[in-house]
């Protein structure tokens, strides 16, 4: 599968953004942000039926991961942006056990090329 994220960009402290996430098939999708310097650190995971929902507690309140009725586009709304939030943001899909998300990189089988995501005044 081709995994296709987009809607990075530079956002001013206390603004939003929304990235999108395509999809097609019966995945479990969740976005990772990765620092410079840092390891790749879950944000946000939604199940394929999307009845499932996981945000990290750092980003709990202030982002939120939803995905479409055909299930082919995942979005996450990210609003109150702090310049710590300023990653690359990938979105990784999980194609085995579908209805469940993990909080592991090793557990997602495919990767999209990342967007780059920068708060700063």
């Known amino acids: 599968v081709q995994l296709q994220a987009s809607g990075g960009g530079l956002v001013q402290p206390g603004g939003s953004l929304r990235l999108s996430c395509t999809a097609s098939?019966?995945?479990?999708i969740a976005w990772f942000h990765q620092a410079p310097g840092k390891e790749r650190e879950f944000v946000a995971g939604?199940?394929?039926?999307?009845?499932?929902?996981y945000h990290a507690q750092a980003v709990r309140g202030r982002f939120a991961i939803s995905r479409d009725s055909a299930g082919d586009r995942v979005y996450l709304q990210m609003n109150s942006l702090k310049p710590e939030d300023t990653a690359v943001y990938y979105c990784a899909a999980r194609r085995r056990e579908y209805n469940t998300v993990t909080f592991s990189t090793n557990d997602y089988e495919y990767w999209g090329p990342g967007t780059l995501v920068t708060v700063s005044s």
């Open positions: 098939g019966r995945y479990a």
């Open positions: 939604i199940t394929w039926s999307g009845g499932n929902k």
